[in-house]
C-alpha cells in the first residue's frame, strides 16, 4: 500500500507540475493548445495546481500512518471521477484517439489497487 501512494503520488505531482510549468506541452499529447489567459489559468489551476496537491497528499499518505487511509479514499474517488467523466465523454463526443485510452487504462489500473488497498484497509480497521 504504501508503494502503491508513493507511486500514485508521484505519477499525480509530476502531471501536476508538467501542466503548472508548460501547460500547452501538457496538453499537445491531446491535440490541444491554449492562447487566452483564461485557458492558461484554469489549466495551471486545475490540472497543474491541483493534481500537484493530490500527487503531495499522497505522498504524504505514503509517508505517515494517520494519513493513509485517507490517501487511499482521494486516489480511489479521483480516480473514479475521472474514469466517469472519460465514460460520459465517450458516449456524448465519441471514441477518442489511442493516448486517451492510454491514460484511461492506466488509471482503471490505479482505481482497481485503490479500490484493493482501500477495503483491504477497511477489513483490518473498520473504524
Known sequence: ?????????????????Y???DPNTAL?????HMEAVNSFSQE???AG?????????????????????PALWMVTVVLAG?????????VLDGVPGMIVWIYAGLEVLGL???I???RREIIQDPR
Open 19 to 21: 501542466s503548472l510549468i
Open 28 to 32: 499537445g499529447v491531446l491535440g490541444l
Open 116 to 118: 484493493y488497498w482501500l
Open 82 to 90: 475521472l474514469e466517469a467523466g472519460r465514460l460520459l465523454s465517450l
Open 1 to 17: 500500500m504504501i508503494g502503491f501512494l508513493f507511486v500514485a503520488g508521484l505519477l499525480f505531482a509530476l502531471a501536476g507540475f
Open 49 to 69: 495546481g491541483v493534481t500537484l496537491a493530490i500527487g503531495i497528499f499522497l505522498i504524504a499518505g505514503a509517508h505517515y500512518p494517520g494519513l493513509r487511509r
Open 112 to 114: 482497481v489497487q485503490g
Open 44 to 46: 495551471r489551476g486545475t
